[in-house]
């Protein structure tokens, strides 16, 4: 732009002197032509006209030089051209670009060699220009300057050399596809490390189950529950590893969901209630203030915040007891900020760990010496969670003393007329056999069809629905899945009242054998014998994941590793309502 001004100026400052030096020289013409014959002593020139005439010569000789060093010190490209294509002008760093003298160009045409072309800005172009330093990328704008002194239009051309913004802008796409690309690479290497580690441990933890529920002697029983303890102890790990890394990869996600915070704290001092009897003490927890309302949000999410405070208090308090305090106020519009208080008499923090703490994968000194274990993203992890829903977790402490954590977060108030869903699977209350069994018609058992690849996640959830009186056909892929479907549809077997699809299967995975499925039943006469409930069994745990099976026509999740308790509490939901439900959606 500067050098587009400066340029302007200074060739309007030539035209300005030119038209002076012009109308002079017409005036002594016209001056000269007015007599007959001789030219009259008092006509002709006098000497202040011919000094004026000296002194514009000077001015023009000046100002076309000035106007030359200010073109030639510019470092875009300037070329003037007369309506022919003639070049009456060219700045030094165009004859430099190019290779060439003033003489050389002067009067003559001179159309660089273009590569490629491209639209630029505001009616500008952009091309990709042979150069003396090789292909430049150079951005031409074409304005009119003036008219010459033969009366030809002027055309000044102005050039800037875009290549290393253009190269620049091409490393700065390539940087953030290739972040991109890391972020969809984390992505998947989470979901297989999910599916890869829950497989085994749903195994470990299901037999170990198995094994249990069976005749053993004090020793044994001892042996097994030692290996089911150590196994939670390593899923939780595991999960707490899985969800940091999750929340790294800027992929947490968050449910809205109507839920009661209250039943949310009572659900979770349930859980925690006998490890601190154990101990022996209780917990206790009250309301500041008025009840919280109905909120909207992810309860999940709440629960594993306040699970990882509570769980801590517990923990590292040996006496005394751990209370829980909920308040709740307005913070605009149809929104609440709830605050969620832990206290503990427990072995308290110093100033410096109560900064430390929240660190990944640091633990407090007093915690390391008890070996009290844990992988020190607990803390790390609830506090990012709580910062995502414009909350936060904070900690005041009094070594040998207690602890007070708090979380704050920001949920919208839930609708008047909303109810608060269900529990989920994993948190459902248990369900005894003979519930399942009232539930059942009497003439038959269940016909579950269980598709799973693995042989001993197979054999596990056999054996717990044969426990549960369940009639159970396995196969391993999910063509095989869909054949069985087909033939129980054609009359050839039983139908099946349930259906078991692991997702990650060899040939036909679960999720296109469901659709598959899906389409066999809408096209058969299968509409009045019911809906026929299809459950994803994965180890694929992520919110999103539940969200991808249920749009793909699954009814149901259930994470792996499971135990009986939750998969009877799924066999109660589905077979005792498989009748009245409607295909989802």
Not at 167 to 175: G, H, M, N, P
Not at 260 to 268: E, F, L, R
Not at 473 to 479: K, M
Request: glycine share 8%; aromatic share 6%.
């Amino acid at each position: 732009y500067k050098e587009r001004t400066n340029s302007k100026r200074s060739a309007s400052g030539l035209r300005s002197i030119w038209a002076t030096a012009r109308a002079l020289l017409r005036s002594l013409a016209m001056r000269a032509r007015g007599g007959h014959g001789a030219v009259p002593f008092r006509d002709l020139p006098r000497p202040d006209d011919v000094e004026r005439l000296y002194d514009i010569q000077w001015q023009i000789s000046d100002s076309a030089r000035r106007y030359r060093d200010l073109l030639d010190a510019q470092a875009g490209l300037i070329v003037h051209r007369d309506s022919e294509g003639r070049i009456v002008f060219a700045n030094r760093a165009y004859l430099t670009a190019f290779g060439f003298s003033e003489c050389e160009l002067t009067g003559r045409r001179h159309d660089p060699h273009v590569l490629s072309t491209e639209p630029g800005p505001a009616a500008r172009v952009i091309e990709e220009t042979e150069t003396v330093n090789g292909p430049r990328w150079i951005e031409w704008e074409e304005t009119v300057c003036g008219v010459t002194p033969d009366g030809l239009t002027e055309m000044q051309q102005t050039g800037r050399d875009v290549t290393d913004e253009r190269r620049a802008a091409e490393d700065l796409r390539r940087a953030r596809d290739a972040a991109l690309e890391g972020s969809r690479a984390k992505s998947r290497f989470l979901a297989t490390m999910s599916h890869e580690i829950r497989t085994p441990m749903n195994g470990i933890l299901g037999m170990t189950g198995l094994l249990l529920d069976g005749p053993l002697t004090g020793e044994q029983r001892t042996y097994a529950a030692t290996i089911a303890q150590s196994g939670r102890a390593l899923m939780s790990l595991i999960d707490e590893i899985l969800d940091f890394s999750r929340i790294e990869a800027g992929k947490l996600i968050f449910s809205e969901a109507p839920f009661a915070i209250t039943d949310t704290v009572v659900a979770c001092v349930a859980l925690l209630q006998p490890k601190a009897a154990d101990k022996g003490f209780e917990i206790a927890w009250r309301i500041d203030g008025e009840a919280p309302p109905l909120l909207c949000g992810d309860e999940a999410r709440v629960r594993q915040i306040l699970l990882n405070l509570m769980s801590n208090a517990v923990k590292f308090t040996d006496a005394g007891a751990v209370r829980i305090t909920i308040s709740a106020r307005e913070a605009g519009a149809n929104k609440t900020r709830v605050r969620l208080a832990v206290e503990d008499t427990g072995i308290g923090l110093t100033a410096s760990e109560c900064e430390a703490i929240f660190a990944e994968f640091e633990q407090a000194d007093a915690a390391v010496r008890r070996q009290d274990g844990g992988s020190g993203l607990g803390l790390a992890i609830a506090r990012r969670i709580a910062r995502a829903m414009q909350g936060d977790v904070a900690v005041t402490s009094v070594p040998g003393r207690g602890s007070t954590f708090t979380a704050e977060f920001l949920l919208d108030a839930a609708n008047v007329n909303a109810t608060a869903p269900r529990s989920t699977v994993d948190h459902a209350a248990p369900v005894t056999r003979a519930a399942i069994a009232a539930t059942r018609n009497s003439d038959r058992p269940s016909r579950v069809l269980l598709a799973e690849d693995n042989a001993v996640n197979a054999l596990l959830a056999t054996r717990l629905l044969e426990k549960d009186g369940c009639q159970v056909v396995r196969v391993p892929t999910g063509d095989e899945a869909v054949a069985a479907v087909a033939r129980s549809l054609a009359g050839k077997e039983p139908r099946f009242d349930l259906v078991l699809m692991d997702i990650y299967m060899p040939r036909l995975d679960g999720i296109e054998a469901t659709r598959a499925i899906r389409r066999l039943l809408a096209t058969s006469d299968a509409a009045g014998h019911g809906h026929l409930p299809i459950v994803a069994v994965t180890a694929n745990a992520f919110a999103e994941d539940r969200q991808r099976y249920l749009a793909a026509g699954l009814d149901d999740y259930l994470s792996k590793p499971f135990d009986g308790e939750a998969l009877r509490a799924l066999l109660a939901r589905w077979l005792g309502a498989k009748c009245q439900h409607s295909p989802a959606a």
